[in-house]
């Protein structure tokens, strides 16, 4: 059951906090509810919904990685660490793909343009979370979601870019 009644909402009670490739993330006003909306169509929806359901198999979700309803350091790792277990390679590792609970918690979510299952991802990390001497035009792979966790970990701790002049 969801923590408020969708069918008596708003558009006043929803406040957009990002966008990504596929969807609009909103907070619900007077709450601690933050819902991912997607457009009608979207291509992409339908991948990142399987991801999420592959991740949440047999009641074996991961409380650091959003569920899927239509110390941070260690947090981060181990849902990453958890999403490869699963075979599932994020692709776009970055600190615009983690939310925070009002508890401090934090949680990795927006998997799409993530590969599962052999397929590639068809997205890659932005700039300043890739490794600046991997200059091929490869698919993402565990690794280069390793080198982007590292670099959020870093922006994390030191409050500030690790490569400077990089802006996405």
């Not at 601690?32 to 074996?60: A, M, W």
């Not at 350091?73 to 615009?96: C, E, K, N, T, W």
């Not at 052999?118 to 200059?135: C, E, K, W």
């Amino acid at each position: 059951m969801l923590p408020f009644d969708p069918s008596t909402t708003k558009k006043d009670d929803l406040e957009a906090i990002g966008f990504g490739l596929s969807s609009l993330v909103v907070h619900v006003k007077d709450t601690n509810s933050v819902v991912k909306t997607f457009p009608p169509l979207d291509k992409d929806q339908d991948g990142e919904r399987r991801i999420y359901e592959h991740l949440q198999r047999q009641n074996c979700h991961h409380p650091n990685i959003l569920k899927y309803f239509g110390s941070w350091p260690y947090q981060i790792v181990s849902a990453m660490d958890f999403i490869h277990s699963r075979g599932v390679i994020r692709g776009d590792i970055g600190l615009h793909n983690l939310l925070t609970h009002d508890d401090g918690g934090i949680v990795l979510c927006d998997f799409a343009g993530s590969g599962m299952e052999g397929l590639p991802p068809t997205i890659g990390a932005g700039v300043r979370y890739s490794d600046p001497q991997r200059n091929d035009n490869m698919y993402s792979t565990k690794e280069d979601d390793i080198f982007a966790l590292g670099t959020v970990l870093y922006e994390l701790s030191a409050r500030k870019r690790l490569f400077d002049g990089q802006s996405s």
